[in-house]
């Protein structure tokens, strides 16, 4: 990844790493907006830059291991559920930011609006923020979730990611914006 950065942008990590401790900001989402508006970052360098320098534990990683080793072994025949959610959320809008964790992976755009874990071998668990909305069906309550999301819906085929969960995860999108 800081191969790819220099290439396309002529500049080492430790340069962007200072532009962005000059700049003053702490959080990090304020940081990616900061590097794609002024400096014409993609979502995935700036992602990179704000990790490094935050010095935070993600930058031990790249999104793509985390993401490799969620998916691995057992679970690996779920990622076309994860790949099919992150497909249709990437047309939400530019503003969303993928954060890959150790076993899950967070869906901001100013805030959190949705968590994708592989829970089990046979399923993923699509949290989702839809504050004021009853569980009914497959919506379920939060479960394992607790306070990160408010609903969840347990997904074991990809064509399961229809036109409703679709519409729950749109909706969970514009409410955080």
Not at 31 to 55: P, Y
Not at 85 to 106: C, M, Q, R, Y
């Amino acid at each position: 990844m800081e191969k790819g950065l220099l290439e396309k942008t002529g500049k080492s990590l430790k340069h962007w790493v200072k532009v962005v401790k000059d700049s003053g900001l702490e959080k990090h989402g304020e940081m990616i907006k900061m590097l794609k508006t002024d400096h014409g970052f993609t979502h995935g360098f700036a992602n990179f830059v704000a990790h490094s320098a935050r010095q935070s534990a993600a930058i031990h990683f790249e999104g793509d291991d985390l993401i490799a080793s969620q998916y691995s072994g057992a679970k690996e025949a779920l990622k076309p559920i994860y790949d099919r959610i992150l497909a249709e959320v990437k047309t939400f809008g530019d503003d969303v930011e993928i954060a890959p964790k150790k076993s899950s992976v967070s869906l901001r755009r100013k805030k959190q609006f949705a968590l994708v874990q592989p829970t089990t071998k046979t399923r993923v668990d699509l949290g989702l923020k839809l504050k004021g909305k009853e569980p009914a069906g497959r919506l379920g309550t939060s479960g394992p979730f607790g306070s990160m999301c408010t609903h969840r819906v347990q997904l074991t085929d990809a064509s399961q990611v229809d036109a409703e969960v679709l519409g729950w995860l749109k909706e969970a999108y514009e409410a955080a914006g």
